[in-house]
């Protein structure tokens, strides 16, 4: 992937007519917390190249500057311009070389003793999956990801089956 110097923004999505104003209100009061509430966990969800990795680059920036920050890939696609930003990135076995595999669940389950404010996870696929969603249902609020799906009932049967 070629990165830009100068990251989209909400703004940039609503210019280009991709998202609408009263989209971009909600997801920012998600992300944010509705009026004092706790922030919404989201999975952005849709087909190659539709935009998921981008539009979780541009809703991240409606986290707070303060927030602990915490990102898990398998390759490093997010761009969070916020201070607090801990990149986590798997690694494949290397047979006959000193090392072992790092998993994206091995790295999700790693981030919950790093006390984030938010986890943002690259592209949930596997096993993963549920440690993500147990993330997200004891307490570690905030948290966002990408899956590939083609509709709701996909992406739903993708976190059930870790397919």
Not at 124 to 139: C, H, K, Q
Request: proline residues 5%; aromatic residues 6%; hydrophobic residues 35%.
């Amino acid at each position: 992937r070629k990165f830009s110097e100068d990251p989209l923004t909400i703004v940039d999505l609503i210019r280009f007519r991709t998202f609408s104003v009263e989209l971009a209100a909600f997801l920012w009061q998600a992300v944010e917390g509705y009026f004092g509430s706790k922030p919404a966990n989201t999975l952005i969800v849709g087909g190659t190249g539709s935009g998921k990795t981008t539009t979780l680059n541009v809703v991240s920036l409606f986290s707070m500057y303060t927030d602990r920050i915490i990102t898990v890939e398998d390759t490093p696609e997010l761009q969070i311009p916020h201070k607090h930003v801990v990149k986590m990135i798997t690694r494949p076995a290397r047979p006959g070389v000193e090392g072992f595999e790092i998993t994206m669940d091995d790295l999700i389950k790693n981030t919950l003793r790093m006390r984030p404010d938010r986890i943002y996870v690259g592209e949930v696929r596997g096993p993963e999956a549920r440690s993500l969603l147990t993330a997200m249902n004891t307490g570690h609020d905030g948290c966002s990801g990408t899956l590939h799906a083609n509709s709701a009932d996909e992406a739903i049967s993708r976190l059930i089956n870790h397919r």
